[in-house]
């Protein structure tokens, strides 16, 4: 099966299962990266980081996947495979969803759909936690990270910079 067939049908599987946003599939992303195109645990922590700072939606990070794997065309058949299956879902699911108007079926599907969603997104989250933190170091800033955007109001894009750049500091001296 060609690249881009394969990146085209593995992302539009992803899109369809990012109940609760791209950060629901992001184990599911990491492995089927690492097991079918030979991407490791660094690599996708360093391009979902990449994600995190660029301006926009987070997930614009498969844009970069699908230019390391294929290169332009590529970065634009992931794009296209990420994005327009859910969206295209979403708009149909919504138009169907105001016609439920408060009926108790609605009411019981957002009951049940919400601990998924979060589930999803914390796994998400512990997915590149796990694969982040490889130190004394890196925990200990992942835990001062943590604690300050959970009790200050800092902006988060400085916190993340500021531990980059004082873990690079310090992976590099120790």
């Known amino acids: 099966m060609s690249l881009l067939i394969h990146l085209a049908l593995s992302f539009a599987l992803l899109s369809i299962l990012a109940v609760g946003g791209g ?13 079918q195109f030979a991407i490791d645990h660094t690599q996708f922590v360093h391009i ?25 065309i590529g970065a634009g ?9 859910s969206s295209v879902l979403c708009f149909y699911i919504g138009r169907l969803w105001n ?5 108790p079926w609605r009411r019981a599907i957002q009951n049940a759909l919400e601990p998924i969603s979060l ?5 998400g989250v512990y997915a590149v936690g796990k694969a982040s933190i490889v130190s004394p170091i890196t925990l200990v800033l992942a835990l001062i990270t943590f604690y300050l955007i959970l009790k200050t109001k800092l902006n ?12 690079a500091l310090a992976m590099h001296y120790w």
């Open 23 to 35: 950060t629901a599939v992001l184990p599911e992303m990491q492995s089927l990266l690492a097991h």
């Open 48 to 72: 979902y980081s990449i994600g995190q700072l660029a301006p926009g939606p987070n997930m614009l990070m498969v844009l970069v996947i699908g230019y390391k794997l294929a290169g332009l």
């Open 77 to 85: 058949v992931v794009l296209l495979s990420f994005f327009l299956p």
């Open 99 to 103: 016609r439920f108007g408060e009926s």
């Open 119 to 123: 589930g999803l997104m914390a796994s």
């Open 156 to 167: 988060p894009v400085f916190l993340i910079l500021g531990s980059g750049v004082i873990g």
